[in-house]
């Protein structure tokens, strides 16, 4: 019988196999990466392209382009793209980054024929039509006024100028005022330069055949599409110079509120760094799952707060780690010396061999869960594509978090988590 007053032992993962990504590249150049996996007949079929908000000068262009995608072609209205869509069972899905932008479309493999020609024209045919962008430009701007009201979308805005500095693409503030300069005819310009076959990655996952693929080179991979431009293949922004802040301390005041958010971090190396891998575990323990030492402290002893984070934020060509909560505006100051003390405890004491097996199989679990599916799979990949990376860096991943000593992170935090390296922000009251 189940004796359930016992906790069966904790397995130690081995080694994780992990279904990669195959390539092959369409005859215009369109490099495609497919994961063939899963029981059921879905596809996600994701088209990247060099087109995130660091391509433009106005970051607002590439968020307007991108959406504006499927409110109208040369043929169909917003609506009736929609309704086809809707009538075969896919949905599409647009998203702007700073380092790239996505088109992705959802659907039965079985009507992947029939939708196809709709992702295909509204990718290389958007009219912009005028309309359309005024009610766009309308509602992104009633938005933006509103989640102007919350300190902590303030804050999120803000901090990034303070690791990266207000001109670099990373660090843009953005304001209200670039709704009223935009202009409906910057769009088809952005979009000439930056949709088009030279600029253009692929990730498709599901159960993906080779008639598919096949079918799929039909509509996007014969022809260099887009004009001019799209005979070479889209070279990245020059990125500027990382210029910090001077100051280490800044506030925005919002009198009156009832909570002030907080933010707390630094600029950080790249994903390929030696201690990139180390850094994550040690934020982890710091403030990266709910049994954290920040959670612990500041939310479950204290009170000062419902949740409370750390997180490691790797781009492109950049990487940040930050501290984020609100907290009651009565007790900000308080909560900040208590991050801070917690960031002290990481430089002078030894992670306790309970609590780091304790973040270890947190995060083996975690890892093996991100590795649930082909479309999670396709993320992993897509993780690894943005920072120049192949598969290995997954098994280096695993043999660091296996090995890894509380005498490394000790080395770690007192290389990096220095109070005077930190920058740090409140919007609210301190």
């Known amino acids: 019988m189940l004796d359930r007053k016992t906790m069966p032992a904790l397995a130690k993962p081995g080694k994780v196999e992990i279904i990669q990504a195959q390539k092959l590249t369409f005859t215009n150049g369109i490099p495609v990466y497919y994961v063939n996996a899963g029981t059921q007949d879905v596809l996600k079929i994701e088209l990247l392209f060099r087109a995130g908000t660091r391509e433009s000068g106005q970051p607002a262009v590439a968020d307007f382009t991108n959406s504006m995608l499927e409110e109208g072609t040369k043929r169909h209205s917003a609506e009736e793209i929609a309704s086809q869509l809707d009538y075969y069972g896919s949905f599409l899905e647009t998203a702007v980054y700073h380092d790239y932008a996505a088109v992705t479309l959802y659907t039965l493999g079985k009507h992947a024929g029939r939708v196809l020609p709709m992702l295909e024209e509204l990718i ?3 009219s912009f039509p005028e309309q359309e962008f005024e009610v766009n430009r309308t509602n992104k701007k009633q938005r933006f006024l509103v989640d102007d009201q919350k300190v902590r979308v303030v804050a999120a805005r803000n901090f990034p100028a303070l690791l990266f500095g207000e001109k670099h693409p990373y660090g843009h503030i953005p304001k209200i005022e670039e709704f009223d300069t935009m202009k409906r005819e910057n769009l088809p310009i952005f979009h000439s330069r930056h949709y088009h076959s030279g600029s253009c990655t692929m990730i498709i996952s599901g159960r993906v ?88 402290n500041i939310r479950e002893d204290k009170g000062y707060t419902y949740g409370i984070s750390s997180g490691v934020i790797f781009l492109e060509n950049a990487g940040f780690f930050q501290i984020s909560s609100e907290v009651g505006s009565d007790v900000c100051s308080k909560a900040l010396t208590e991050v801070y003390k917690e960031i002290a405890r990481l430089r002078t004491e030894p992670v306790a061999s309970s609590e780091l097996q304790l973040v270890k199989n947190y995060l083996s679990g975690n890892f093996m869960r991100s590795m649930d599916g082909p479309f999670a799979l396709a993320e992993r990949f897509k993780q690894l594509w943005l920072c120049n990376l192949d598969y290995s860096y997954y098994e280096k991943y695993m043999q660091a978090l296996s090995g890894i000593t509380a005498d490394e992170l000790l080395r770690i935090a007192g290389k990096y988590l220095n109070e005077g390296s930190l920058y740090e922000l409140v919007v609210g009251v301190k």
Do not use: C
Request: proline letters at 8%.
């Open 124 to 126: 290389k045919e958007p």
């Open 209 to 296: 055949s080779d008639d598919f693929l096949k079918l799929t080179g039909e509509f996007f991979g014969k022809d260099n599409w887009a004009g001019t431009t799209a005979s070479k293949p889209a070279g990245k922004a020059q990125m500027p110079e990382i210029k910090p802040s001077a100051e280490k301390k800044n506030i925005i005041q919002r009198k009156g509120v009832v909570q002030s958010a907080i933010k707390v971090g630094m600029p950080l190396f790249l994903k390929n760094h030696p201690d990139a891998i180390p850094f994550q575990i040690l934020n982890t323990v710091l403030g990266g799952y709910f049994g954290s030492r920040l959670m612990s």
